[in-house]
């Protein structure tokens, strides 16, 4: 009976954790998504070369308020790219295509990295469908010092610099050297382009959603100037620095870790005043 019993229980815990994860086909391409939970909608996007496992740390704290919806970014992980080339501003259409065939029309977002670019497309796209934002280590524009360290990740580079990037992302991308490469590939395009990511003040002003901007003061890629430019022209925005941080998120179950769980849920609540 006790053996039953402790089957029964994990079976019921891996459908609770992990309840629906399948393909959608938009914009020419298939996304792979992942639903938790049950409540309001909580869109949580990955930053370039990664998957929507980063967020899986915090799944079992997230999906007890919310019906959380992670997804792979088009050419990462499950989902696929004919075209090898993505902007921004297709990954942001690329999920808006996935929430209208789920028939989800208001949301709560965060996005890390390119995740977090992805979303200031969608919140200046439709600016009434996005409840709450949270953006960490986000930018709305890349300055000349990060688009020539973009130009450096290409994969021979990588490979030799930083082999244990390369060894991450054998373990998240299906697609082995090709796709890996194709990923790494994103951040050469980035840096020579010049119409993606190019919010002006006007622009980021139209974003009306509560929106938390989380930003490390020691970020190689974007300086401090760039998460208080946000702060500025983001209306109903606050801005937290987090001391001592680079370019990631908080590790699950450190000191930090927990401080950054119950900052975004204390603000996604909506406890934050103006």
């Not at 019906?67 to 690329?94: M, Y």
Request: proline share 6%; with cysteine.
């Amino acid at each position: 009976m006790k053996q039953i019993f402790l089957v029964i229980l994990m079976v019921t815990s891996t459908l609770v954790f992990s309840q629906e994860g399948d393909f959608v086909e938009t914009n020419g391409v298939k996304l792979y998504y992942e639903i938790h939970g049950q409540g309001n909608p909580l869109v949580l996007l990955h930053g370039n070369t990664m998957n929507h496992d980063m967020w899986t740390p915090w799944m079992a704290d997230l999906n007890e308020d919310y019906k959380v919806i992670t997804v792979d970014l088009r050419g990462h992980g499950q989902s696929t790219n004919p075209t090898d080339e993505v902007s921004h501003k297709e990954f942001a259409l690329d999920i808006y295509g996935l929430l209208d065939t789920l028939k989800i029309d208001r949301f709560k977002a965060m996005g890390f990295s390119t995740g977090g670019m992805t979303l200031i497309h969608m919140a200046t796209m439709q600016t009434n469908r996005i409840e709450s934002l949270i953006l960490i280590g986000a930018t709305p524009y890349f300055p000349m010092d990060t688009r020539e360290k973009m130009r450096k990740n290409d994969y021979d580079n990588v490979s030799v610099n930083n082999p244990g990037w390369i060894e991450y992302m054998k373990s998240v991308q299906p697609g082995g050297e090709k796709q890996i490469r194709s990923v790494l590939n994103n951040y050469l395009l980035w840096a020579d382009s010049y119409d993606d990511m190019n919010f002006t003040p006007p622009c980021l002003s139209t974003i009306n959603c509560p929106t938390l901007i989380i930003h490390g003061d020691k970020d190689p890629y974007f300086p401090m100037q760039i998460p208080i430019n946000l702060h500025d022209n983001i209306p109903n925005s606050h801005l937290w620095i987090i001391p001592n941080f680079g370019h990631s998120t908080p590790k699950h179950g450190t000191i930090l870790g927990n401080l950054f769980l119950s900052t975004i849920t204390d603000f996604m609540a909506g406890n934050w005043k103006q």
